[in-house]
């Protein structure tokens, strides 16, 4: 009884250090499918916030390519978009407020999701200055890469072919890189008020943990933003709500509570 005090105890101490990690459960392919379906229920009980979001989702890469066609420069509008994809997180956050509303049972608005990146401002902003570092380092690196593509070569799909395939595979680093910070970071800061180094570390344990679970949902999360992309950035009016919403369902299915929560 006695050792067993002591190590509550002892676990209590360590819930309230900086930079733990809160245990994650063990999740199924099926729960993706899950996501998903409550992800489109959410879309369904708030349709004009969920067109809105669409809307500025599709709004902002057309308007990146749109300033990068300016400059004629038409091989940095993939990096840019890359940098889009980077700040999804940071931009889903009025989405994770909207399905947490609907999970408590209250009405969302528009106005109560455009706060939610306030309630943890602190830690909330220093997430995004540290995707914004991450952002520009990987501009860094696709000037770089541009730097030493000779400038000689004609523009065809077989000569580009050698530049392709380096940025590509450098953005696919980037990119999982930033899918293990950012997995669960921006709800966990939202709902728990956490400092960011717990958020951070919670959402890579969760990710590793589950980790051919999580590859699947990043692929998912992957084949919707190249639908986007190919269908001219108006599929992101759709596609974008559903992910983010999924997000939010993934979130409470990966991270541990104290209380269990049901959400159908």
């Known amino acids: ?97 909207v399905s947490w509303e609907l999970e408590k049972g209250h009405r969302p608005s528009f106005r109560h999701s455009a706060k939610a990146i306030s309630r943890n401002s602190f830690n909330e902003w220093a997430f995004a200055l540290l995707l914004l570092v991450i952002m520009i380092f990987w501009l860094r690196i696709a000037s770089l890469i541009h730097a030493l593509y000779p400038p000689y070569i004609d523009e065809n799909f077989e000569s580009l072919m050698p530049f ?39 959402s890579v344990n969760a990710v590793k943990s589950n980790f051919s679970v999580m590859i699947v949902w990043a692929a998912v999360i992957l084949g919707a933003v190249l639908l986007g992309f190919a269908s001219l950035f108006v599929g992101f009016v759709f596609l974008m709500p559903l992910i983010g919403f999924a997000s939010w369902h993934a979130y409470i299915d990966t991270i541990s509570v104290k209380k269990e929560r049901h959400y159908e």
């Open 164 to 202: 392709l395939t380096v940025g590509t595979l450098a953005g696919v680093a980037f990119t999982g890189l930033v899918f293990f910070i950012t997995a669960f970071t921006q709800p966990t800061l939202m709902e728990r008020r956490v400092d960011l180094a717990t958020a951070v570390m919670t």
């Open 1 to 97: 009884m006695v050792a067993a005090s002591k190590n509550q105890t002892r676990r209590s101490r360590q819930n309230k250090e900086f930079g733990r990690v809160i245990p994650c459960n063990t999740l199924r392919y099926s729960n993706i499918g899950k996501w998903l379906y409550l992800g489109w229920k959410d879309m369904k009980r708030a349709p004009l916030i969920t067109f809105a979001y669409g809307l500025l989702f599709a709004a902002i890469p057309w308007f990146i390519t749109y300033l990068v066609s300016l400059t004629g420069q038409h091989l940095v509008i993939l990096p840019a978009l890359v940098c889009f994809v980077m700040l999804g997180p940071v931009l889903a956050a009025g989405l994770y407020d």
